[in-house]
């Protein structure tokens, strides 16, 4: 397992764009597919977006297509989320996941290593 930590969460107004890092613990980042899910209050986590090892392969949530931009820099061990027109919907804490492969999943169950979750807040 690797060690995640987000960074980048905070308070935003709607409309507006926050970026959040996760760089991960280890040397063999490239072989893990990298995804961020998040969880409202009250609600179940749920998928967000994944990237494959390679970078070459990414999903997105139907609810955050064209708004959000998952990618990574496997030289500096982290995955980025670019989150643009932010909507008050998508206010929860974000978490980063990882699992050693070169597919990519959708699904929380798939993911064996977490991070600690960073806040985002959009206000109206």
């Known amino acids: 397992q690797v060690q995640l930590v987000e960074s980048g969460g905070g308070l935003v107004q709607a409309g507006g764009s926050l970026r959040l890092s996760c760089t991960a613990s280890g040397r063999t980042f490239s072989n893990y597919a990298m995804a961020w899910f998040r969880q409202a209050p009250g609600k179940e986590r749920e998928f967000v977006a994944v990237?494959?090892?390679?970078?070459?392969?990414?999903d997105y949530a139907d609810s955050v297509k064209g708004r959000f931009t998952i990618s990574r820099d496997n030289a500096k061990n982290t995955v980025y989320l670019q989150m643009s027109s932010l909507k008050p919907e998508d206010t929860a804490v974000y978490y980063c996941?990882?699992?050693?492969?070169?597919?990519?999943?959708?699904?929380?169950?798939?993911?064996?290593?977490w991070g600690q979750g960073t806040q985002v807040t959009v206000s109206s």
């Open positions: 990237i494959s090892g390679p970078g070459g392969t990414t």
């Open positions: 996941a990882a699992r050693p492969s070169f597919g990519i999943f959708t699904t929380a169950a798939a993911f064996g290593s």
